[in-house]
């Protein structure tokens, strides 16, 4: 235990300053969105509307992100993240202000739609905001500490709005479409206080260093030059796409409805519900902090395809259980598993991939994600409407089991041997 402490004290130390404030960043933002997105489907449903138009929504969200995500991350290569952070937080924050105040479907699509393309401009400057602030050593447990942050964040974010909400309807007497608005602006204006550390970045990481020698070196090579310059990295970008698609489609027939699951199975009320996703988030941050031993020991590749391979039987327990504990049971260990291997699908493509193409790497993946999420929740929505709330989500959560059976399979066909050269020894042997 102390090494374990020590290994995380001694990293986080030698983070730089850029790096401290986006952790304060992301801390705040995702306990407001935590806030937001926890109500935001049951929201919908107080409104009055059905699963089918809780599906609708989340595609909107999805094809939008899907839409601009591979034009953020270029423009994120070209003018560096703070810029383009900076306008996706203002126009994220007019969003879902929108979204939470307005009732009529076409208003609800068209807010979804806006909401889903300015969160999708942030969240394509994360990763490559992270790999041009730190080295290869450093990435590892950076990227797992990210997301572990992020997951406190969230459970943090839950509890508050699964009490909040139901404070505001039975201590103070509100509707339970006001509590959930109430709940809904609390979160965005504890999202809006992450704007602060934003605009305290310097411009001074590594990668805008180089970018600016380049500059200086003589005018950037068009895409053909591009193509030919780094094929293996596009070659990596295009695998990870294809297997974002195929990761997102499985999990947009269950995740983006968790929520709505334990309400329409179990009955659950809402501080209950806040409450069981928040344990599932915090059992995936003490994974995410456990994750670097993990890979150390066994792989970077090999720690996916255990750790995602190992989720799947509990999937199927919260797929098929009547029982709420053992539903819940099975969706904690479910979360930890297969969210742990994040950290390492992102570690292994900023090792593959050139530094000039981080941010197309970052967005595409995510752009395929969003758009497997589209593809899925019209699905998963559906079966819940035909087949009921049993047998609908027991249906959507095989399926999604099938799926992540062969995402693990062809991951370790592409990546469970050193077929690919790391791009900062491909740049060290050419310079």
Wanted: glycine content about 8%; charged content about 15%; some cysteine.
């Amino acid at each position: 235990m102390t090494n374990f402490l020590n290994e995380w004290k001694t990293q986080l130390l030698q983070y730089s300053r850029n790096i401290r404030l986006f952790f304060v960043f992301i801390f705040v933002w995702n306990t407001g969105l935590g806030m937001f997105g926890l109500v935001y489907n049951l929201y919908v449903r107080a409104l009055g509307y059905d699963q089918t138009m809780v599906g609708q929504l989340v595609g909107m969200t999805a094809i939008a992100s899907a839409i601009i995500l591979i034009p953020a991350g270029i423009m994120n290569d070209r003018f560096g993240p703070k810029r383009i952070v900076s306008a996706g937080l203002f126009f994220v924050l007019l969003a879902l202000t929108a979204r939470s105040l307005f009732e009529f479907k076409n208003a609800l699509l068209v807010t979804s739609f806006l909401g889903g393309m300015s969160q999708a401009v942030v969240s394509a400057t994360i990763i490559p905001f992270m790999a041009n602030n730190s080295t290869p050593r450093q990435r590892v447990h950076l990227f797992s500490f990210n997301m572990a942050l992020s997951m406190f964040a969230s459970v943090a974010g839950n509890m508050l709005g699964g009490v909040l909400t139901d404070m505001f309807q039975f201590a103070f007497g509100l509707s339970e479409v006001l509590s959930l608005r109430t709940t809904l602006l609390i979160g965005v204006g504890t999202m809006a206080l992450g704007l602060i550390p934003v605009l305290l970045y310097t411009s001074e990481d590594a990668g805008e260093k180089d970018e600016r020698k380049d500059e200086r070196a003589g005018p950037k090579p068009g895409w053909r030059q591009t193509a030919s310059r780094h094929k293996s990295s596009l070659q990596i970008i295009a695998l990870f796409a294809f297997l974002s698609l195929l990761s997102s489609t499985a999990g947009g027939m269950i995740v983006p409805y968790l929520n709505v699951y334990f309400e329409d199975r179990f009955d659950a009320s809402k501080t209950m519900i806040g409450f069981i996703v928040s344990l599932g988030q915090g059992a995936t941050a003490l994974a995410f902090l456990l994750g670097p031993a993990i890979a150390r020991k066994i792989g970077e590749a090999r720690a996916v395809v255990l750790l995602q391979l190992s989720s799947i039987p509990f999937l199927l327990i919260t797929a098929y259980s009547s029982n709420f504990t053992l539903a819940s049971v099975g969706y904690l260990f479910r979360q930890a598993l297969m969210n742990a291997a994040n950290p390492f699908y992102s570690t292994i493509k900023m090792k593959y991939v050139d530094r000039s193409m981080r941010g197309l790497a970052s967005s595409s993946g995510e752009a395929m994600f969003n758009l497997g999420w589209f593809l899925a929740s019209p699905v998963s929505m559906g079966l819940v409407a035909t087949y009921g709330s049993y047998y609908g989500y027991a249906y959507a959560f095989s399926i999604t089991a099938v799926v992540y059976t062969v995402i693990c399979i062809l991951f370790h066909v592409f990546f469970g041997k050193e077929r690919f050269k790391p791009a900062e020894e491909a740049e060290q042997v050419a310079g």
